[in-house]
């Protein structure tokens, strides 16, 4: 090895060294950074996977009403098994709803290709994608604050499966969730027994998806958890969704007065006995402290308003 006389020439070199290897890092993490998705438009944002997640396709549309007020929750939309739920950023449905309740609207494209995860687990980076997608979003519209806003979950079918998986995943972030006829479920940690969830089957679905959603709300209302069950009259699995999003726009309604108090961000925890309860045969409901059944095996019902939307919802038969 050749030794170097000069302490010059030595500093000289390892100042060389060092900011070569610190310029080298430094390009290495900004490949890593563009390398995470790319945008399709001003407001639809794609992630790229990655070789240990569970997409194909991810693909996020946000859509934000006119208005000078800071937008109090994001409104996550998806649709069924590999559908494209970015459309519904133009339902008219939800947008009078984000308009009324001062709401950011984001559709999911997500997409799975068989060969590995399914996105609808969401700890296995179809959540991280969402997060990072509306990260992106927020900075592209000069909106910051909206990647730390909380969510408002609705999802059919696969959809639906992912809303139930994430409310685990991020139950801090959950003001509530609805899975419509999503009935492949698996069963979450009870992290996210406080955050209100809702569960729609169609009657004439498929008997063993309906068998298990109803199996795992009644799970978790065994362990007090604020859910609730609703059975979908003279509906198959592909049936009307208008309705359905109508009675889950009314929870989520009670849920964001309830939950977001005096311009904070802490979710505010909601009382089991405070609320209703709803029989799941006979659809007669009561105020917890006067309920007569097995509280553990009713469905939990916000507030007596809600609980008779409820009830009238699966007496009506059209």
């Known amino acids: 090895m050749t030794k170097i006389e000069s302490p010059w020439l030595l500093l000289l070199l390892i ?11 430094t390009e290495s993490g900004m490949e890593d950074e563009v390398s995470l998705g790319e945008f399709i438009d001003e407001s639809t944002y794609r992630v790229f996977p990655q070789a240990s997640q569970n997409f194909e396709v991810a693909e996020f549309r946000l859509w934000l009403p ?24 133009k339902s008219p449905l939800w947008r009078d709803f984000a308009r009324k309740e001062n709401l950011a609207l984001l559709g999911i494209h997500f997409k799975s290709d068989g060969q590995g995860g399914y996105y609808s687990h969401s700890e296995e980076g179809s959540g991280l994608a969402l997060l990072l997608a509306l990260e992106k979003l927020s900075e592209k ?9 909380p969510f408002l979950l609705r999802g059919f079918s696969a959809g639906g499966l992912f809303s139930h998986s994430f409310s685990a995943f991020r139950h801090e972030r959950v003001l509530a969730f609805g899975n419509i006829r999503g009935g492949g479920l698996d069963l979450t940690p009870d992290v996210n027994k406080g955050v209100p969830g809702i569960m729609f089957y169609g009657e004439n ?12 709300v009644e799970l978790k ?4 958890a604020n859910w609730s069950l609703v059975k979908e009259p003279v509906v198959d699995h592909f049936g009307r969704l208008d ?33 209703w309860l709803g029989n799941h045969n006979s659809f007669e409901i009561q105020a917890y402290e006067n309920y007569s059944g097995d509280k553990s095996r009713a469905s939990w019902l916000i507030d007596e308003e809600f609980a008779r939307e409820w009830q009238r919802f ?5």
């Open 141 to 149: 519209a000069g909106k910051e604050y909206l990647k730390d806003l």
């Open 243 to 275: 309705r359905t999003d109508s009675l889950l726009q009314k929870l989520f309604t009670k849920v964001l007065a309830k939950r977001l108090k005096g311009g904070s961000m802490e979710l505010q925890p909601l009382d089991e006995s405070e609320g």
């Open 66 to 89: 006119e208005t000078d007020k800071e937008l109090k929750a994001v409104a996550v939309l998806l649709q069924g098994h590999n559908s494209n739920g970015m459309g519904l950023t």
């Open 221 to 224: 209302r065994s362990i007090g």
């Open 15 to 25: 100042t060389v060294l060092i900011f070569g290897c610190s310029g080298d890092d």
């Open 205 to 216: 679905d498929f008997q063993h998806r309906n068998d298990r959603i109803i199996e795992v």
């Open 314 to 318: 699966q007496r009506e038969r059209n």
